[in-house]
């Protein structure tokens, strides 16, 4: 009897070693609760209970909706997560191989449960006091979405500008680019803002989603977030339990500028290891507004993307990434830095990345992460300008005649960056994170100016012809380099009613340029001269170092379960950028000139939000105000100039000019909102609207660039079987709140059509159709922004698009 027991117990003793130490296989299939299909693209994510071997696994679901995730013996927590469905979360136990099935039902309405990454840490959108919108993949398949913009533009609080129909960019609550950060999964994008082109050199097709947290985040990112973070993630690999391999292929067409798109991707990998590629090209003529065509508007863009994800060790991650987005014969028919009559194109604008980072999970049970990361950027920007004008001024022989014929600037931007940060986790209601950033930005420019200069007899005859080149640098070579510390504490309180995020940074900021000249050389009639004649020195070589501080809290209370109050308060800093420290521009309409000695711009910002989360209805609305200090405004002035050759080598003079100056304090406030309600089954009513006024305070005048009252309204119906159809009325008010040498633009609205087909099966295959018609009406309309910003006066037409999307 006693051997007995005592060989059972052996038994048990092996069984249980081996149990731990043996891998199990956690397998199983997700469907759709409606029509019982099964579904691609789940995140599956299984975090083990021990408390003594901590560890996450993560997979995705394959086309036939399937998951393979090797687990060694223990109790998880798992969670299915898709934009779109109800996440689904609940405890398992692995002793043994597992096979499950899994339903998830479809959300009519977003309830907040996406998770988001753009506080440094993955929360869910309703557990944070922020205002931020997601736009996920499927809304860019599902619209017309030309560029990034055009689609992010939807959302409340944000509103689209630029220099054409290829070169766009956001505006969040009255702030244009320069006073927002943009960052490509978690990098800066840093380039010029004279020509809107950073949100232009994105593959929409490549989009996972976009993250867009309106208002100030300097404490987290640094200088320039004093009006919001547009944060684009792009579609990664993924690890899985077995070997796979999936893709997809995208096909559109528009028909407003004969737009035609291929996209594909392929992913494939392993429980240890992904590699996805994809690649896109694109091509499109003018585009047709409904008042005729909008001459050199076309554009040709291709994009190529490469990741590779590693599991060197447990709890170890590695990846990297490259990116090469590049256009060529890109029309710019509205920018603002060109004369009305010019024609200026893109001759070849690109932007590279290459980025890598490492990852420890779950290092103690204080320390929960640990993540090192690089990135290097480059973007590369050549135009070509055909002025078409032409000056002539009496001379004792009658006239002369100057004909500028082209002007070419071209910009090399290249940007550097590292962070370490570290996430704390002090106990389950308390989470701190810590770490450092530093990056760089360098920028080399040239422009090169063709011109005939003739001289004319009284009987218009031509005696004499002169041809020019040139040289100038518009910005002397000069770098921009941040290194900043940064910490944010989570706290829950109340028994998790009571969210409190506070943080802080403290960056120091080093400048220096090379000395800068108005003219490099000048070469006539073929004989070149590096040391012409009357040589201004625009900027004398140098550099400057400050330091600058930022501070956020957010309050995030739970009125009731499904209702929140949020309170938002901000200290946020602008560095002022190369551009307008050191730029000499004089492009033939007017000269604009830079002041190395510029204070940052400080901001002090509040917002207060209200949220409902109801499973049939979901409102939010936010009140925001924020004020600006030593705003960079250009003011009319004298630019006082030393010549640097010839015969008055050593004197100085002076020419008009538009200045850099830190003039202003602006005051922006307003009030942005938006619903969607669930009348009936799967018909879903959706609205928004958004409104600020922006003041200059000190010159008792309104800012310029500051979009009118806008916002949509829209019903979709949602049929399982047959698609989805969504109709939305579009519409601004009358802009007559301008700034000096602004135009008032007038109201309008629009009404588009968005249909989507449900997935239908081809065998191993996939596809989905999507189709719609914009501005159904072909309203002739006015784009405050562009208007503004350029000489773009009507916006583009009707237009008629399909999508094909096809996946294995």
């Not at 469905?85 to 096979?99: G, V």
């Not at 008032?744 to 018609?773: H, K, V, W």
Request: glycine share 8%; aromatic share 8%.
């Amino acid at each position: 009897m006693n051997e007995f027991r005592f060989l059972t117990a052996l038994c048990a003793v092996m069984f249980s070693i081996n149990s731990y130490g043996q891998v199990f296989r956690f397998q199983g299939t997700v469907r759709d609760s409606a029509d019982h299909k099964t579904i691609e693209n789940v995140v599956v994510e299984v975090i083990t209970m021990n408390t003594t071997d901590k560890g996450s696994f993560t997979a995705v679901t394959d086309i036939k909706g399937r998951f393979n995730i090797a687990l060694p013996a223990g109790n998880y927590r798992m969670a299915l997560k898709l934009l779109g469905y109800t996440a689904l979360s609940h405890e398992i136990r692995i002793n043994s191989d597992l096979q499950q099935d899994f339903i998830l039902s479809s959300q009519d309405i977003p309830l907040g449960e996406i998770e988001v990454s753009s506080l440094r840490i993955n929360r869910q959108v309703k557990e944070l006091p922020i205002p931020l919108a997601v736009i996920g993949s499927n809304r860019y398949q599902k619209l017309s979405s030309m560029t990034l913009s055009n689609v992010l533009a939807a959302e409340p609080g944000v509103a689209m500008g630029g220099d054409g129909v290829w070169a766009t960019n956001v505006n969040i609550r009255g702030l244009n680019e320069n006073r927002l950060v943009t960052l490509i999964d978690g990098d800066r994008v840093e380039t010029a803002t004279d020509l809107t082109a950073s949100l232009s050199m994105i593959d929409v097709n490549d989009i996972e989603r976009v993250e867009v947290v309106k208002g100030a985040q300097s404490s987290l990112y640094g200088t320039g977030a004093m009006g919001g973070i547009v944060n684009i993630i792009t579609r990664d690999g993924h690890f899985a339990g077995k070997p796979y391999v999936s893709g997809n292929v995208i096909s559109g067409y528009a028909s407003v500028n004969d737009l035609f798109t291929g996209h594909a991707d392929i992913n494939t990998g392993s429980d240890k290891w992904y590699f996805r590629v994809s690649g896109t090209h694109s091509v499109a003529d003018d585009i047709r507004t409904p008042e005729g065509i909008l001459p050199n508007s076309q554009f040709t863009t291709n994009n190529v993307t490469a990741k590779v994800g590693l599991k060197p060790f447990a709890n170890h991650l590695f990846k990297i990434q490259y990116q090469n987005n590049w256009s060529k014969n890109v029309g710019i028919p509205g920018g603002e830095a060109f004369p009305g009559p010019a024609e200026a194109t893109y001759t070849d604008i690109s932007r590279q990345l290459l980025s890598a980072s490492y990852e420890i999970s779950n290092i103690t049970d204080k320390l929960s992460l640990l993540k090192l990361s690089y990135f290097n950027q480059y973007i590369q920007r050549d135009v070509a300008m055909i002025p078409n004008t032409v000056t002539e001024t009496p001379v004792a022989a009658g006239k002369q005649r100057v004909t500028p014929q082209l002007v070419s600037p071209i910009g090399d931007h290249m940007t550097n960056g590292a962070q370490l940060q570290s996430t704390w986790n002090f106990s389950e209601n308390n989470t701190l994170i810590a770490g450092v950033d530093v990056w760089s930005r360098k920028v080399t420019t040239e422009r090169t100016k063709i011109i005939k200069s003739e001289v004319i007899n009284t009987a218009g005859d031509v005696i004499k012809t002169n041809n020019l080149v040139r040289g100038e640098t518009p910005i002397p070579e000069s770098s921009f380099g941040s290194a900043g510390l940064f910490l944010q504490d989570e706290a829950h309180l109340l028994n998790n009613k009571l969210t409190l995020i506070a943080g802080g940074r403290l960056d120091g900021i080093h400048v220096k340029n090379e000395a800068g000249y108005d003219i490099d050389y000048l070469i006539v009639n073929g004989v070149r001269n590096d040391t012409p004649p009357n040589q201004r020195i625009t900027f004398e070589k140098g550099s400057e170092n400050s330091i600058s501080w930022s501070a956020n809290t957010g309050i995030l209370y739970k009125l009731f379960k499904d209702i929140d109050l949020s309170l938002n308060l901000a200290r946020s800093f602008r560095s002022p950028s190369l551009e307008e420290r050191f730029k000499y521009i004089d492009l033939g309409n007017y000269v604009r000139l830079g002041d190395p000695d510029l204070d940052p711009e400080s901001g002090y910002s509040a917002d207060l939000g209200l949220r409902v989360w109801k499973p049939t209805f979901n409102f939010q609305v936010d009140g925001f105000v924020n004020r600006l200090s030593n705003m960079i405004v250009e003011t009319p002035g004298e630019f006082v100039y030393t010549l640097n050759t010839g015969t008055l080598q050593g004197t100085t003079d002076t020419i008009p000019a538009f200045i850099n100056a830190n003039v202003s304090k602006a005051l922006l406030y307003g009030v942005d909102f938006g619903l969607q309600y669930n009348i009936y089954s799967d018909l879903v009513l959706f609205g928004s609207g958004s409104f600020v006024r922006g003041r200059d305070t000190e010159a008792d005048e309104d800012l310029p660039q500051i979009p009118p009252f806008n916002g949509r309204l829209g019903m979709r119906y949602t049929y399982p079987k047959i698609g989805s159809a969504e109709i939305t009325v579009v519409g601004a008010a009358k802009q007559d709140k301008i700034a000096d040498g602004e135009k008032e633009t007038g109201g309008y609205t629009c009404l588009d059509l968005a249909l989507s087909s449900p997935r239908i099966s081809l065998g191993p295959a996939r596809m989905q159709i999507f189709a719609g018609i914009d501005n159904i009406t072909d309203r002739s309309y006015t784009n405050h922004l562009s208007t503004n910003r350029g000489s773009i006066s009507v916006e583009p037409g009707r237009n008629i698009y399909m999508r094909l999307c096809l996946s294995f």
